[in-house]
């Protein structure tokens, strides 16, 4: 079976732009999971999407958005960008029943660097 | 909100050493799953604990679950350098709006041959 797929895989940008950055989660999942990874932060949770729907969203501002598609796939949305937003940003999917022992199934990244 | 403590943050060693690394909280979780990340690639699932007292074994790694369900530990026999990369612990809050998978900053773990 296919892994959860993220694009792209490198993005260069500068401050004040936006990035949209894209995942396919595993056929049959229906949940998808953005994630954080900055130098020394660890995984910091971003937003959780389910059946098209945002459930739950971590302690970022407005700027970070996105959404969910009919086929589950996702996008993740940061405006008006800061150098701090540099990052490796994980997206995960996962089968929402029984959610909290699933195992979340992680894409490779986008590293996103702002100049 | 709810944190939690890895240690050691780092940590290098020989091939054939035991290792244990430490993940800590003062928050209960419903369950505490265990990640490993290799260079470039996304964290990758090695265990999940929901009982309190919980032990697992995979081959040479061993999972035990706290208790309280507040910490939890992963001890490597005989370390290969195969071992090697970022250890991450991550818990489910045990219910409320809230719901999500908080992670640890993780451990990084070097095994030399």
């Known amino acids: 079976e296919a892994g959860v797929t993220q694009s792209p895989t490198h993005l260069i940008k500068t401050r004040g732009q936006q990035a949209t950055l894209r995942c396919s989660p595993i056929s049959g999942h229906t949940s998808v999971y953005w994630y954080q990874q900055a130098l020394g932060l660890g995984l910091q949770f971003l937003l959780w999407y389910d059946e098209g729907e945002e459930r739950n969203r971590g302690n970022f501002p407005p700027r970070f958005s996105g959404r969910q598609f009919p086929n589950y796939s996702s996008e993740l949305n940061v405006n008006a960008l800061e150098l701090e937003d540099s990052a490796l940003y994980l997206c995960?999917?996962?089968?929402?029943?029984?959610?909290?022992?699933?195992?979340?199934?992680f894409g490779d990244g986008t590293r996103l660097s702002i100049l | 909100t709810q944190l939690l403590e890895q240690s050691p943050q780092f940590l290098s060693i020989q091939e054939g050493e035991n290792l244990t690394v430490y993940c800590n909280s003062s928050s209960v979780f419903s369950s505490l799953q265990w990640y490993r990340q290799e260079p470039g690639e996304g964290p990758v699932l090695l265990v999940t604990?929901?009982?309190?007292?919980e032990v697992k074994k995979l081959k040479r790694l061993t999972f035990q679950f706290g208790d309280a369900r507040k910490d939890s530990s992963l001890h490597i026999t005989a370390a290969q350098p195969g071992d090697t990369g970022l250890y991450l612990c991550?818990?489910?809050?045990?219910?409320?709006?809230?719901?999500?998978?908080?992670f640890g900053k993780g451990t990084l773990l070097t095994v030399n041959p």
């Open positions: 991550a818990g489910w809050n045990s219910g409320g709006s809230n719901y999500k998978l908080t």
């Open positions: 995960a999917s996962s089968s929402f029943l029984g959610l909290s022992n699933q195992p979340q199934h």
């Open positions: 604990v929901v009982t309190g007292g």
